[in-house]
């Protein structure tokens, strides 16, 4: 079973930068997909980011160039890099493990671990 530790949220100001952490302990780290969603009051959770188990990327169209996803197996994390953050990027941030097929990103809100979430609030 894995565990995972997110860290890193915060108040932000609009155009400021924020850096999530997913720490993960039990299970073997490199054979996981890693995803980061996030949940706004009301709205359903989505995916943000994941990055496969061989380090390949994909991104939600309202975070394309903005959030950059990336692991560090060897540490045993996954990470966020938010940049421009915008008001409409406040949610509270999860980050999900899936041992998907190899060469898939994560699968969907039904499948893996989860962390218990870090508030990320974009407002001046």
């Known amino acids: 079973q894995v565990q995972l530790v997110e860290s890193g949220g915060g108040l932000v100001q609009p155009g400021g930068s924020l850096r999530l952490s997913c720490a993960a302990s039990?299970?073997?780290?490199?054979?996981?997909?890693m995803g980061w969603y996030r949940q706004a009051p009301g709205k359903q959770r989505e995916l943000v980011a994941d990055i496969t188990r061989h380090g390949s990327t994909h991104y939600a169209d309202s975070v394309k160039g903005r959030f950059t996803i990336s692991r560090d197996n060897a540490q045993k994390t996954a990470y966020l890099q938010m940049n421009s953050l915008k008001p409409e990027d406040t949610a509270d941030y999860y980050c999900?493990?899936?041992?998907?097929?190899?060469?898939?990103?994560?699968?969907?809100?039904?499948?893996?671990?989860w962390g218990q979430g870090t508030q990320v609030t974009v407002s001046s």
């Open positions: 039990g299970g073997i780290f490199s054979d996981y997909a």
């Open positions: 999900n493990a899936d041992l998907s097929p190899s060469g898939l990103g994560v699968r969907g809100i039904a499948y893996g671990y």
